[in-house]
């Protein structure tokens, strides 16, 4: 019986430190002011386009298929499969060598640009989170300041200067909690947004090269 109702007493007890957890989560966002809004949509706008982003770059499947490959798929249109094989499908459709530039200018267009645009967003962003922070560091410390000229001592005028060196603290902290990791997260999808650059320069290269050397065949055959 008695191990019973120390089976049964421990649940209450598991919850304790996540529900403290959260207490104490929920007071310093409340304490931070007003600018811990600005900092949270700063930081959902941030996190979910680079999330967004590194989707739509994995689905590229550009990083899955060796140069080996795509080089046969070139001139085996029925082996083509996945994103690239699209791809190949909408380029390789060039009859001449000269209307290659012309339709990797539209991929480029159409692939390219949503990701360079979200890439910007998300480095405005970084830049963002910590000037929010820092918004919130001079309300704060206006708050402090406030407090001490019109405060006539004693415990309620601490509590006030308490708090707004609080605000200006976790505002602080929080802007660049959200700066820096999203710093390097929009650094390493830029990266691979740049292979991914380079490899689209790449097959417009060799398809140029492969038609040329078709239009060339042809040519020294009549």
């Known amino acids: 019986m008695s191990s019973t109702l120390q089976f049964a007493g421990a649940g209450p007890s598991s919850t304790e430190p996540a529900a403290t957890t959260l ?29 967004n982003v590194w989707i739509r770059l994995w689905s590229t499947g550009f990083h899955s298929v060796p140069e080996r490959v795509w080089r046969r798929w070139i001139d085996a249109p029925d082996e083509r499969e996945g994103n690239v094989g699209a791809l190949l499908d909408h380029v390789a459709a060039a009859q001449r060598f000269d209307e290659v530039p012309g339709l990797f200018a539209q991929v480029r267009t159409l692939e390219l640009a949503p990701f360079a645009r979200d890439l910007k967003v998300m480095k405005v962003c970084v830049s963002a989170a910590p000037l929010f922070g820092l918004l919130g560091t001079v309300v704060g410390m206006l708050a402090t300041f406030g407090a001490l000229a019109s405060g006539g001592g004693g415990d309620q ?12 603290l976790i505002t602080t902290e929080t802007g660049l909690v959200v700066a820096l990791p999203g710093l390097f997260f929009q650094y390493q999808l830029g990266r691979k947004f740049d292979h991914y650059r380079a490899f689209l320069a790449h097959l417009e290269s ?8 078709r239009a060339h065949a042809q040519s020294n055959a009549t």
């Open 157 to 168: 005028t601490m509590e006030l200067v308490a708090a707004g060196i609080s605000e200006a």
């Open 23 to 51: 207490s104490a989560a929920l007071d310093i966002w409340v304490s931070g002011g007003w600018a811990m809004i600005a900092i949270a949509a700063v930081a959902l706008l941030l996190f979910g386009l680079g999330v």
């Open 206 to 213: 060799v398809l140029t090269q492969t038609l040329f050397r």
